[in-house]
């Protein structure tokens, strides 16, 4: 296998990271009167958002170009050749979606800020409109008793910062300290539940390594510092919050995935810890405090050389919680022959696993798991899901959205959560992706995750079954 070869195999775990026919009967799942309530009176309830996916407005008042902006106007980049100049025109809707939110019991709003929304060229100017824009988001979110939570990045770096070397330069680490100092302190009196990073694992090996994702590019050489980067970023950006903003609770997110081998034999088990450790311990571990995974995987050691002395304090932070995200699980196939992993994920429709519309297995039981092991690290904080949910093809029918599957996913997924809550594991929140139908990256307006429905031509939106099943379940 080739360099070429290898780097497509692998990405399908790239892709099915972020983004992976047909599910099969389901299961009944286990307790038809879950509720809200049984989750206990103060666990956070909510949907969850990103700037680039939603908002639209590219070129209005002064936006800066994103480094997403460029990725989808590049030809075959999108498979869809779909861009996200108008998306959801959140910009525009902002409150008519707000008011839609509280209309289904939503009581926390996770949303991005758009870097170069603030920031045109990433450093140095203004741009008020955008400084504007999210106070009234702000505002509006509070007036009507909805929590807003900030993630900062959630992987839209201005194409300025880009044409320096984005991730990969050592100065990302000033840029992203300017630009979170001043958003922090513009909003921290009103904002108090902030995340630095969304998913770090998933910009920098799909957008730095596979090449899947802005800014597209493929090959090892990359990923390390865009990596370790990062690593330093999601801590600084912790410090900054806890500068400027009193009373904060701040988090970051990561994305995972349990990962079982195909078979319980050493050369697959093998295979499973370097996956495990690429996929949920890369970024997580540094952040407690444990340094990178290199143990568990070698290849790591490459980082080394984007360090600097003091680094390994600087990768530190005490967040108040951790955001887990997570959709699906990976069955890996192990080969000592596959360099760096040594193993292959199989792909989930290869095993006749039940799928989404993306591809990615349907697995409630992961979660569970996923809690457990996040639980099992000494010092972690509280855990909030900061996304999970699924892509079902939707039609709409006198007006309306039967999306049974999706309804059938959040149920099964919530089971697992409770179960794992209620052994003890510190679960405080769960926010599901997403609000509304938004541009899943990569692959277009195709793969809808929203609780709510959305006509890209008329902007309409209609509150789909699982919405108002979702609504039903929080009550008031
Ligand atoms: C996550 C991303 C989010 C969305 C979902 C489906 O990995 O954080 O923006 O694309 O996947």
Sequence with gaps: MNRREYLKAISILGAGILSAPYLKASEPFLNPELKASMFGSDFLWGAATAAYQIEGARNVDGKGESIWDKFSHTKGKIKTGETGDEACDFYHHFEQDILLMKSMNLKVFRFSISWPRIFPNGTGEINQAGVDFYHKVIDCCIKNGIQPWITLYH?????????????????????????????????????????????????TAVGYLFGIHAPGHKGLKRFFPAAHHTTICQAEGGRIIRRNVKDANIGTTF?????????????????????????????????LGMGYPVNDLPVLKKIEKYMLPGDTEKMKFDFDFIGLQNYTREIVKGNALIPYLHGLPVPAKKRGAEITENGWEVYPEGIYHLLKKYAA???????????????????????????????????????????AKNEGVNVGGYFCWSFMDNFEWAEGFKPRFGLVHIDFKTQQRIVKDSGLWYKDFLGK
């Design 255 to 287: 994305s995972c995935s349990y990962i079982e081998g195909i078979k319980n034999k050493p050369k697959h088990l093998k295979s499973v810890k370097r996956f495990d450790a690429f996929v949920n311990r890369l970024f997580l571990e540094p952040a």
């Design 155 to 203: 992987w839209d770096l201005p194409q300025k910062l880009e044409d320096k070397g984005g991730w990969t330069n050592r100065e990302v680490i000033k840029w992203f300290t300017e630009y979170a100092d001043f958003v922090t302190k513009a909003y921290g009196l009103k904002v108090k539940n902030w995340m630095v990073l969304n998913e770090p694992l998933s910009y």
């Design 377 to 419: 690290y000494p010092n972690m904080p509280k855990i909030i899901i900061t996304e999970n949910g699924a892509a079902f093809e939707d039609t709409v029918e006198d007006g309306k959205i039967q999306d049974i599957k999706r309804t059938d996913f959040l149920k099964k997924y919530l089971e697992q959560v409770l179960k």
